[in-house]
């Protein structure tokens, strides 16, 4: 029989027989030296020791038992703190919002805006004399009326909308 790799090798049964034989008896000092070089050997091992170590450490019930939070994660109520909440609002006291106030909205096709020319009057769904939405960064936080204060428009404020009738009017 020959090698496919060295063609002009002969190899012969012997050869085959005994490296068979070596790899089915394996000497007990080749099998020690293979565990200790083989670090697969080793990690399973080690994996095998401390999952025998969880099972024998875990409580027969499969329930997660709960713990109580620490005052780290949540800080406990005191009357000294009560300061703290209006300290913080200061923080943000500063922040620039933009209000605006809408008269009406209306739908226009492109034809119809391209039609626009100086003077063209534009027909809104809001009705005269019905409150004008205040919105604060696109949200509507109020209701209220136009006013005229010398020569500039003004608005006064007559409804501070709820959180339930802003979602009715975002429908609208």
Do not use: C
């Amino acid at each position: 029989m020959t090698d496919p790799n060295k063609p002009d090798q002969k190899v012969s049964d012997d050869d085959w027989a005994e490296a068979m034989s070596e790899q089915e008896e394996p000497s007990s000092s080749a099998d020690a030296a293979s565990d200790d070089d083989d670090p697969w050997a080793a990690a399973m091992a080690e994996q095998e020791a401390a999952e025998q170590a969880d099972t024998e450490d875990e409580p027969e019930s499969e329930a997660p038992q709960a713990k109580p939070a620490s005052d780290d994660v949540f800080r406990p109520l005191s009357a000294e703190k009560s300061a703290t909440p209006s300290r913080d609002l200061e923080m943000i006291m500063d922040i620039p919002v933009k209000l605006t106030v809408e008269l009406g909205r209306t739908k226009l096709t492109i034809k119809q805006l391209l039609e626009l020319a100086q003077g063209s009057v534009i027909e809104l769904e809001g009705l005269a004399g019905e409150p004008m939405d205040i919105l604060i960064n696109g949200y509507l936080i109020a209701q209220g009326e136009v006013v005229v204060i010398e020569d500039k428009y003004g608005i006064r404020i007559t409804e501070i909308i709820t959180p339930s009738e802003r979602i009715h009017k975002l429908n609208r």
